[in-house]
Antibody, heavy 119, light 112 residues
């Protein structure tokens, strides 16, 4: 059974960089059939797609966040990572990692991790 | 790209049927048969309930069904049960020349 698990600091200071890692188990991140994505959900609000990566390193980003987002992959560790720079309180959210094909849907999700931006 | 439009809340009694709408544009819902629906219970990750407009993943009850007309997709839940009370989100592919998806704002389903 495929499982995804997010990890990283739960508290980040304003203007700093948020860094999260998603570890994939029960399957290979190097599968040619899937992309690996990040989605966030501010407290009490809806879902927002941040971006996705293929095992080869090819990336797609939400245009609204593109200037601040970097997603990378480490196939040797079966992990992919998110970096979001210059964070503000508006970036406070539960961050999920998820799997999808060349088109949606997102079929497997991590449990999510809350990141709070505060000094 | 704006979020898809969903009603903030819907409600129904056990055994009844409800429908949640998801309105987009000709650039997303109207252009692709790639609408998916997710159920989210409080404090939990979203769970895929419907994909490609009307397909159900293995293990999802046939009480859940999806459809689309023009720029509006719909999720229907029949035979409402207490455990169906949750938030529901629609999602549509909107990529054209690149990968891009947009979510709806979510609908809170209350089972009375």
């Amino acid at each position: 059974q495929l499982q995804l698990q997010e990890s990283g600091p739960g508290l980040v200071k304003p203007s700093e960089t948020l860094s999260l890692t998603c570890t994939v188990s029960g399957g290979s991140i190097s599968s040619s059939s899937y992309y690996w994505g990040w989605i966030r959900q501010p407290p009490g609000k809806g879902l927002e797609w941040i971006g996705s990566i293929y095992y080869s390193g090819s990336t797609y980003y939400n245009p609204s966040l593109k200037s601040r987002v970097t997603i990378s992959v480490d196939t040797s560790k079966n992990q992919f990572s998110l970096k979001l720079s210059s964070v503000t309180a508006a970036d406070t959210a539960v961050y999920y990692c998820a799997r999808h094909g060349f088109t949606p849907p997102f079929d497997y999700w991590g449990q999510g991790t809350l990141v709070t931006v505060s000094s | 790209q704006s979020a898809l439009t969903q009603p903030a809340s819907v409600s129904g009694s056990p055994g009844q049927s409800i429908t949640i709408s998801c309105t987009g544009t000709s650039s997303d819902v109207g252009s692709y048969n790639l609408v998916s629906w997710y159920q989210q219970h409080p404090g939990k990750a979203p769970k895929l309930m419907i994909y490609e407009g009307s397909k159900r993943p293995s293990g999802v009850s046939n009480r859940f069904s999806g459809s689309k007309s023009g720029n509006t997709a719909s999720l229907t839940i029949s035979g409402l049960q207490a455990e169906d009370e949750a938030d529901y989100y629609c999602c549509s592919y909107a990529g054209s020349s690149t990968f891009y998806v947009v979510f709806g704002g979510g609908t809170k389903l209350t089972v009375l």
